[in-house]
Antibody, heavy 119, light 107 residues
Framework: EVQLVQSGAVVKKPGESLKISCKAS?????IGWVRQMPGKGLEWMGM????????KYSPSFQGQVTISADKSISTAYLQWSSLKASDTATYYC???????????????WGQGTTVTVSS | DIQMTQSPSSVSASVGDRVTITCRAS??????LAWYQQKPGKAPELLIY???SLPRGVPSRFRGSGSGTDFTLTISSLQPEDSATYYC?????????FGQGTKLEIK
């Protein structure tokens, strides 16, 4: 069964750095990252192709986070250098349906990583 | 960015009812539209891709239609387990924006 396994919930202070992970079963499909703030909707942050680390960002998140991948361990990452309270949210990774295109939605989702940023 | 506008924001219906949710894109996106279902505390699940295709395992009571700027998700005979929030997402142009969501409640 294909699955994405995300790292566990974290509590951080403002200004701290953080890197969360998403382990996939292979590197042959784009992996997207989606933010969901408490009680709010889904926001597309960006995506990466782990095979060659080609990355696309939403302008809303460009410069605020870094998306990366380690092909050797089939893992994608989402990273912050200096967290803010407004980064408090659940972050989902998700695998794109089609191995040849990122245009058909995301069919396998991780369980979500809850990030709480509070002083 | 392409804006995705869903309507209604919330809907309440009875078991067996037919429910339609619409999603409008601020510019044409061909058929590059996906629908997701999200239940409280859970990750979203893909319901429809390419505007009208069902992934394996999705019940046939879910149907998607539309192209260009106007899309619909129809649930033909509502079941208790369909209580959830539904999101559309365009995958035509970066960023791949989501609609604001439609909360479906079972009466």
């Amino acid at each position: 069964e294909v699955q994405l396994v995300q790292s566990g919930a974290v509590v951080k202070k403002p200004g701290e750095s953080l890197k969360i992970s998403c382990k996939a079963s292979d590197t042959s499909r784009w992996i997207g990252w989606v933010r969901q703030m408490p009680g709010k909707g889904l926001e597309w942050m960006g995506m990466i192709y782990p095979g060659d680390s080609d990355t696309k960002y939403s302008p809303s998140f460009q410069g605020q986070v870094t998306i990366s991948a380690d092909k050797s361990i089939s893992t994608a990452y989402l990273q912050w250098s200096s967290l803010k309270a407004s980064d408090t949210a659940t972050y989902y990774c998700a695998r794109h349906l089609n191995p040849f295109s990122y245009s058909y939605g995301m069919d396998v989702w991780g369980q979500g990583t809850t990030v709480t940023v509070s002083s | 960015d392409i804006q995705m506008t869903q309507s209604p924001s919330s809907v309440s219906a009875s078991v067996g009812d037919r429910v339609t949710i619409t999603c409008r894109a601020s510019q044409g996106i061909s058929s590059y539209l996906a629908w997701y279902q999200q239940k409280p505390g859970k990750a979203p699940e893909l319901l429809i891709y390419a505007a009208s295709s069902l992934p394996r395992g999705v019940p046939s009571r879910f149907r998607g239609s539309g192209s260009g700027t106007d899309f619909t998700l129809t649930i033909s005979s509502l079941q208790p387990e369909d209580s959830a929030t539904y999101y559309c997402q365009q995958t035509n142009t970066f960023p791949h924006t989501f609609g604001q969501g439609t909360k479906l409640e079972i009466k």
